[in-house]
């Protein structure tokens, strides 16, 4: 049989996890990083690739420092590709499964307290474009708990905001409904108007379909949205590691907290698996022992 190289064979797999997938276009870029640099390493054909080049690939990344997130990524991008190759009978087998996940911590995100989400979504001040279009991103953010990339992409269409809800397309492009609360409606109403009357005094173009948009007119990129939720987190003495992330991981366990039911998170939250919801959703100690207490035969009810 006759073998393309390992390059021209990594090219038509971005083709497929892009159109067949719906691969978003930040895991197509970190994939096709991740291949290449397991191509230049590797140097062999494709039907030659054994388990000892992939763990040599694995070696070579620990010892140069990679995280062991870093190296479960990309062991996992290798596994992705030999596998396509496998089951198009490009290869015999896939070597990659054979390869163990590097074993690594698991640490819970960042969460808020109520007080402290409270705070930040509160912290833009101003009847402006740009002041009403930020306090809308950080309530809409806390208020339904998507991810930044379904922020970024969101059109003027995918918003009801008379019933409160909103459609966003979440990974491999699936599309779901999420409600928001009123404050977040009340903030997305001010945006709307502040939107209409900047775009008409920078006489933009009237078919800019994104709604949340930048000061030249253009789609609001998750770096941006990132760069505005570090901005009020420090404008208000939040430390650590705060980004949109933080307010879908709080957004989850204030539910959870509230007493929300864990599939019911998981539909919000727009997770295929209960699994990938559960790290979400931790409770502090405290709140565990209250519920122990007031639920418990044997807890102290006093």
Do not use: W
Request: a positive charge; hydrophobic letters at 35%; one cysteine or more.
């Amino acid at each position: 049989m006759q073998f393309n190289s390992l390059n021209e064979l990594i090219e038509r797999f971005m083709r497929h996890i892009k159109v067949e997938r719906g691969f978003s276009d930040h895991t197509l870029r970190a994939y096709k990083k991740d291949l290449h640099e397991f191509s230049s390493f590797c140097k062999s054909q494709p039907e030659f690739i054994e388990v000892i080049d992939i763990r040599g690939f694995i070696s070579s990344l620990m010892i140069n420092g990679k995280s062991k997130s870093t190296v479960s990524r990309k062991l996992a991008a290798v596994r992705s590709f030999l596998s396509y190759l496998n089951s198009n009978g490009l290869i015999k087998l896939n070597p990659a499964k054979l390869v163990p996940m590097p074993k690594k911590a698991n640490p819970l995100p960042n969460f808020l307290s109520v007080d402290e989400a409270f705070d930040l979504v509160q912290s833009p001040e101003g009847a402006n474009f740009i002041n009403s279009r930020d306090k809308a991103i950080l309530e809409l953010l806390y208020s339904s708990g998507i991810r930044v990339s379904e922020l970024s992409s969101i059109n003027i269409d995918d918003l009801n905001l008379k019933e409160g809800l909103l459609k966003v397309k979440g990974k491999g492009k699936k599309e779901r409904i999420v409600p928001f609360g009123d404050k977040a409606s009340d903030a997305l109403k001010s945006y709307v108007v502040e939107r209409m009357l900047y775009k008409k005094k920078k006489s933009f173009r009237d078919n800019q379909s994104a709604f949340f948009l930048n000061i030249r007119g253009g789609r609001l990129t998750d770096r941006q949205i990132r760069r505005i939720v570090v901005k009020y987190a420090r404008n208000i003495g939040l430390n650590g590691q705060i980004g949109p992330h933080t307010l879908r991981h709080s957004f989850a366990t204030h539910l959870l907290i509230g007493g929300a039911d864990l599939r019911v998170i998981q539909e919000l939250l727009g997770h295929s698996s209960i699994s990938t919801t559960q790290k979400y959703t931790h409770l502090d100690i405290g709140h565990l022992i209250d519920v122990y207490d007031k639920t418990h035969p044997f807890g102290n009810k006093s």
